[in-house]
């Protein structure tokens, strides 16, 4: 074993699932070669209306030369996943265990809510989308803050067999219409506002511009369903300690509060757009509705939820996930790499709006049972050890978050977190992109005491859950892998020629084989599914990423090998921002690398060809900024936008982004520029490079 090598705590260990590598490697072994078996003792544990046959448990295709690719987990069974996350629990006596507690962004504004009321929700909102017209099948678009009705919406679509579609609350008004329209979402559920920091959010006019905008796209939204939620924010403001219900034991979902024109401050009124017949208030259309409703069996196959994720080229996939499968993977992943355990408090950061925020906010931990906090802040507010007093508030077990904020807590080093008392921690979680070892290091000494085990955990929208991650209690960490594969998968590293790489050695990182939580197709596009992640390499999924594997067999995961980039866990491509950017109309061409940021990872350095006759200004630099953020969302600013008086392309016209990731970092060593067109516009590129970036 190599040097770095941090064992997992002994006290930890003794108590874990999964207590050694020999443990490890038994379980790993047997979810390969007896997959049927593996993955049935799991699915028992599940309700299933119309049983399984374990003669048939899955099937598969992986190359396109062979036929269409195809993914099926227990075809033929029928269950209904909201079934086994909330009525299942509550049947076994865990009705009054609380499944979440909230908070808000102001810390006097928190509650919490129990299974058996959020069954009851549920239920409700159920019953209001049927009313809607909502029936198995149809897509429900939700663009909501961290709120409960978040989930409920989503569980509610669950339960009826509707398929949602969330789209995370930060993406601009085009973005949400785009997807709205590919979807062709009959129902939008948003709320009305929402505070991020000390800034309010009217995201109602957002959706109501998103909804215009989806019109062009020749798609009209028939009912939009709005959460109030500012006036539990305005009682937090304005009350000293938040008695004035915002910290109930249950939230109250109902109450009868002012709703429109409410005076915030002095100076700042806000109100909510509203279309007649086409917008209705979540409580509204709650208070009219039964408090039950029986759930709708689908089959194991049948979708269970969409999700977006950024495309190289510029249009968004919609990812879909099945039913049985995806329950099966998002319930175990959890169990396993958090090793959660019943009367364990877990907080995972990440928005619902995101694929981590599906699975390990909402799926895994409640098919588990467990009890999690919801955060509606950011790290940053109303100080910056906001997350640790959270966990010291709820006595937080396993926490998950990004790299992103833990490089940005780093910043103001261990004075916020000494004021807190984060012992109860047993686990930590790293997910979004690779983890430098300094921010593992800081992580693991000031957060986890030298106590946690990390869980690095490598995966992805399309994977539906962890594929690479060490387990804790059980994996020796080397900070910045992602150590060993998670049961039912195998990774494999493909050179250029699509040769198998044994042992030691780095290359594409794909699978062979499928996991039940893999992603099915891209919604209404089965064609695309296909190329993207199927047709480099036939007989196996390309994730994309590149990966080595070193002398002890451990996988570090080394970046993207497309044109995609992370920012801050985010990923987008380089077509995205580039085609945004040529919109302009003073702008002729564009070309977007990524930088090494010490925050935000990656960060988007731009090189813009003005039109002929055009001069280039601080103006149009940052009305270029201005404008990818607006059409994209403030999660996808550039940091530079460098004055490109040419890009330089091969003969052939291919721009070489190689140069540019150079230019951007100011290193001369180019390497061989022969084949460019004008090998001149490098030595200009390198000249124009703007000031101290
Ligand atoms: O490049 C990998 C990176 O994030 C990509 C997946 O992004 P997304 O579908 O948005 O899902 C993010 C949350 C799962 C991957 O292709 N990535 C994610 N986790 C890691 C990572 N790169 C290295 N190490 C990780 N732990």
């Known amino acids: ?131 809607k017209g909502v029936v198995k099948g149809d897509r429900v678009a939700i663009y909501m803050p961290m709120v409960f009705e978040i989930v409920i919406a989503m569980l509610s679509c669950a339960r009826i067999g509707a398929v949602h579609s969330i789209v995370f609350a930060g993406f601009s008004s085009d973005s949400l219409a785009e997807r709205m329209a590919d979807c062709k979402c009959k129902v939008l559920v948003t709320a009305d506002s929402v505070y991020r920091g000390d800034k309010l959010l009217n995201i ?103 999700l977006y994720t950024s495309g190289s080229t510029g249009k968004p996939k919609g990812v879909l ?24 408090i877990y907080w995972c950061t990440a928005d619902i709006g995101w694929i981590t925020g599906h699975s390990y906010v909402v799926y895994g931990p409640l098919a588990n049972g467990a009890t999690s906090v919801i955060f509606e802040g950011t790290p940053f507010y109303p100080d910056n050890g906001r997350y640790w007093s959270v966990i010291e508030k709820y006595k937080v077990t396993q926490f998950y978050t ?31 992109e690779p983890i430098n070892p300094e921010a593992w290091l800081w992580y693991y000494q000031n957060i986890g005491k030298e106590r946690c085990s990390i869980a690095d955990t490598f995966w992805q929208t399309e994977t539906g859950g962890h594929v690479i991650t060490p387990l804790p209690g059980c994996t020796p960490m080397k900070p910045g892998s992602a150590s060993f594969p998670f049961f039912g998968v195998k990774p494999i590293l493909l050179d250029e020629s699509g040769k198998e790489i044994e042992g030691v050695g780095e290359g594409y990182l794909v699978f062979n084989k499928p996991w039940p939580g893999i992603m099915r197709t891209l919604f209404g596009n089965h064609e695309r599914f296909q190329s993207v992640y199927f047709s480099k ?63 935000k990872g990656e960060c988007l350095y731009c090189f813009v060809t003005p039109n002929h006759g055009v001069t280039f200004t601080p103006k149009l630099s940052s009305e270029l900024v201005k404008k990818v953020r607006e059409s994209i969302g403030p999660f996808a600013m550039p940091d530079v936008i460098q004055h490109a008086p040419g890009l330089p392309k091969t003969r052939s016209g291919k721009i070489m982004r190689r140069v540019l990731r150079k230019v951007a970092v100011n290193d001369r060593e180019v390497g061989d520029i022969s084949t460019l067109a004008d090998e001149h516009i490098v030595e200009e590129l390198f000249k124009n490079r703007p000031e101290k970036s």
Request: proline letters at 5%; charged letters at 25%.
């Open 537 to 599: 390499f036939p007989g196996y999924y390309c994730t994309g990423d590149g990966a080595r594997r070193d002398e002890d067999g451990y996988f570090w995961v080394t970046g993207r090998v497309d044109d995609m980039l992370n920012v801050s866990g985010h990923l987008m491509s380089t077509a995205e921002v580039e085609s945004v950017l040529t919109e302009h109309p003073d702008v002729s061409e564009a070309a977007v690398v990524s930088r090494p940021h010490p925050i």
């Open 321 to 344: 996930h099945t039913t049985g499968g995806y329950l099966l993977y998002a319930a175990t992943t959890f169990k396993y790499v958090f090793d959660y355990h019943p009367g364990d």
């Open 402 to 432: 990004a790299p992103t904020a833990i490089r940005a807590l780093m910043k103001f080093g261990e004075e916020p977190v000494k004021k807190h008392n984060v012992d109860s921690l047993k686990v930590l979680g790293s997910v979004g």
């Open 1 to 131: 074993m190599s040097k770095n090598v941090y064992l997992p705590y002994a006290a930890t260990s003794e108590k874990a699932h999964i207590k050694s590598m020999v443990q490890y490697r038994k379980m790993h072994n047997k979810s390969l070669e007896s997959t049927e078996q593996f993955w049935s003792e799991i699915a028992s544990q599940f309700h299933w209306e119309t049983p399984y046959d374990i003669n048939n448990f899955y099937s598969y295709n992986f190359d396109v030369t062979k036929g269409p690719v195809q993914v099926k987990w227990m075809e033929g069974a029928t269950t209904n996943v909201c079934y086994n996350l909330l009525d299942k629990n509550v049947r076994n006596g865990m009705g009054d265990k609380v499944a979440f507690y909230w908070e808000g962004n102001d810390p006097e504004d928190y509650s919490k809510i129990t299974y058996k009321k959020l069954l009851e929700e549920v239920c409700r909102f159920s019953n209001v989308l049927k009313s």
């Open 204 to 306: 109602k006019s957002l959706c109501d511009i998103a909804m215009d905008k989806a019109k062009n796209f020749g798609h009209e939204v028939s009912t939009c369903i709005v959460v109030r939620h500012l006036p539990r924010l305005y009682r937090s403001m304005n009350t000293s300690n938040g008695t004035n219900g915002s910290n109930s034991d249950i939230i109250d979902l109902h109450s009868d509060v002012p709703i429109l024109n409410i005076t915030l401050n002095d100076n700042l009124t806000f109100s909510v757009p509203w279309t007649d017949g086409r917008d209705y208030w979540w409580h509204d259309e709650m208070d009219d509705v039964e408090p039950s409703c029986y759930p709708v069996w689908v089959s194991a196959e049948d979708p269970l939820f969409m």
